[in-house]
């Protein structure tokens, strides 16, 4: 038998870092003298980066997961609701919009209700009531229902710098997770290649039997140490800059949007996220499109008097990922393992999903690691594809005529695997057997959304005889007026509900 695996060493303190940490540490806790002990080391001269505000669904179940209470997340995190995506500006750049909600259309699993729709564009509006609940800003759930539940599927808004924090005091706190504030200088490799020790600056060296890479950009173990190349996607997804700023809200009062809205440019998009106390807003753009002061510029455009005085933090990166995610004894998660633009705030959901994956495959002994890379690759591998295809989804059926967009439409930049897609959606849309994989990230309905929020028409009637079910079809429709009606009635507001929620909590 190998060695055994009793030491786990996380380096970076960052969303992924302390992520990670949290979700290893929750799921191996023990109070036995041989439970595994997890040690995070991160700089305190090299900063995090700073950005990354929403989230995916999944988050919901990790904070569970990891015994922190929501209201201490929202409390700590200034955080609000998130249930979906709105996209303005993305088809014809008049102002059109669409919704890329997180409840699931109504039926969902029975019947497709595309076939049977008014208009397609409409889709999300006759098979879901949360787009009318975001309209009106309303929160997910009323008072009188428990936390992590909802009448509508949600995620959260957080405050990046935040929420890290206040995984790093639970960790610390609850969790038995070791901390080091110190600055990693290098590896030392055993004659097998794997990571036998990290040299600190000022505590010198460290051994563990598993190393997790969440160092960022630099990718100083995986990708410097190790060696593994970054593959480059940007020949798919052309961003390259942000530029961020934190905008104050004009007063104590001001509504709290309830959803990303994602606003495209001639270039590039903004996003804009309401957290309680502030909106994160930024613009995502290509350096080889659009210059940074006319970035800057459509930024300021957009804010209008909300941005005066304020500044704006470039941002660079490169989109991409490793061509392998977990080598030897090291594994990497977050930055270092790869980014693409966040447009559907995939890079937390990914930080969950490979500590999860770490955290339950994590092998007793050295001897098993090497399955377990493999298998972890093999998946990682899977959903980076699926990332990429999902997201330049929402760039190729643009019918935006600006170089940019048109580049985006240009076929020769659209993967294989996407447009096999769009060719099998062409005649039927896509159905939910195309994402029955058990690693599957987003679900069908995601792409119903967005392919028929952006006006892609299948040609039902090549098979008309398949939709045979309009009465049901319309009795699920009229249903969702019903929902629809009512949740907008009975929902408060967004703001107000997150205050007294609160506020409650704190009189228990
Ligand atoms: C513009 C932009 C917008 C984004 N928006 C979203 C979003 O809305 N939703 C989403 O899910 N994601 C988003 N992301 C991604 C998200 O920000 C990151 O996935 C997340 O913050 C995790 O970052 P990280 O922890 O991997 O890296 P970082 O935050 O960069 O942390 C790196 C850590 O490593 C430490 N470190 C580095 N080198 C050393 C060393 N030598 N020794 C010790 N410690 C070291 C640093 O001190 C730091 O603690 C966005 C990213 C960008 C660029």
Not at 165 to 185: A, M, N, Y
Not at 277 to 303: C, I, M, P, T, W
Not at 404 to 429: C, F, I
Request: net charge negative.
């Amino acid at each position: 038998m190998g060695k055994s695996i009793k030491k786990v060493m996380i380096v970076g303190g960052g969303t992924a870092g302390w992520l990670t940490a949290a979700i290893i540490a929750a799921h191996h806790k023990s109070d036995k003298p041989d439970r595994l002990q997890v040690t995070l080391v991160e700089s305190s001269d090299i900063p995090t980066i700073g950005v990354g505000e929403g989230t995916w669904p999944t988050l919901k179940n990790t904070v569970q997961q990891i015994g922190i209470k929501e209201h201490d997340l929202f409390e700590h995190c200034h955080a609000g609701f998130k249930q979906g995506g709105k996209f303005i500006d993305w088809v014809h750049g008049n102002g059109d919009f669409y919704y890329h909600p997180f409840t699931v259309p109504l039926g969902y699993g029975r019947l497709d209700l595309a076939p049977y729709v008014s208009e397609i564009e409409n889709y999300a509006v006759e098979s879901n009531f949360q787009q009318h609940v975001c309209e009106a800003g309303l929160a997910p759930r009323t008072l009188s229902e428990s936390e992590f539940t909802g009448q509508c599927n949600y995620a959260y808004h957080l405050d990046a710098g935040a929420f890290g924090d206040l995984l790093k005091q639970f960790c610390k706190k609850e969790l038995g997770v070791e901390h080091i504030v110190d600055t990693v200088e290098g590896a030392t490799l055993s004659s097998d290649g794997n990571i036998e020790s990290v040299t600190l600056n000022e505590r010198g060296e460290i051994a563990a039997d598993l190393f997790v890479d969440c160092t960022g950009f630099a990718s100083l173990l995986l990708g410097k140490e190790l060696c593994v190349p970054f593959v480059e996607k940007d020949d798919v997804l052309f961003n390259d800059r942000a530029l961020a700023m934190q905008v104050p809200y004009e007063s104590s009062d001001s509504p709290v949007a309830c959803h990303t809205i994602a606003t495209a440019q001639n270039v590039g998009w903004i996003w804009d996220i309401g957290l309680t106390h502030r909106r994160g807003v930024g613009h995502v753009y290509s350096s080889d499109f659009l210059k940074d002061d006319e970035a800057e510029q459509n930024l300021r455009n957009y804010l209008g008097p909300a941005a005066e005085g304020l500044d704006a933090r470039q941002i660079r990166f490169g989109s991409g990922h490793r061509a392998e995610f977990w080598k030897k004894n090291c594994v990497a998660v977050g930055l270092s393992a790869g980014f693409v633009e966040p447009l559907e705030a995939t890079a937390i959901m990914l930080v969950e999903i490979s500590a999860r994956h770490i955290a339950e495959n994590l092998p007793p002994t050295q001897d098993v690691m090497p399955i377990t890379a493999k298998r972890f690759n093999q998946q990682m591998h899977y959903r980076w594809r699926r990332i990429i295809d999902f997201l330049k989804l929402h760039y190729t059926l643009t019918k935006r005529s600006e170089p940019y967009w048109q580049a985006h439409v240009d076929e020769n930049t659209v993967p294989e695997s996407l447009k096999e897609d769009l060719a099998m959606w062409s005649g039927r849309g896509p159905i939910r057997s195309d994402f029955d994989s058990a690693i599957e990230l987003f679900p069908a309905a995601s792409y119903q959304y967005v392919i028929y929020g952006m006006g892609f028409k299948p040609d039902f009637s090549l098979q008309s005889y398949l939709y045979s079910e309009r009465d049901q079809a319309q009795r699920i429709i009229q249903r969702n007026q019903q929902l629809t009606q009512q949740m907008t009635q009975s929902l408060p507001p967004h703001r107000q509900y997150i205050e007294q929620w609160l506020a409650s909590s704190h009189q228990v």
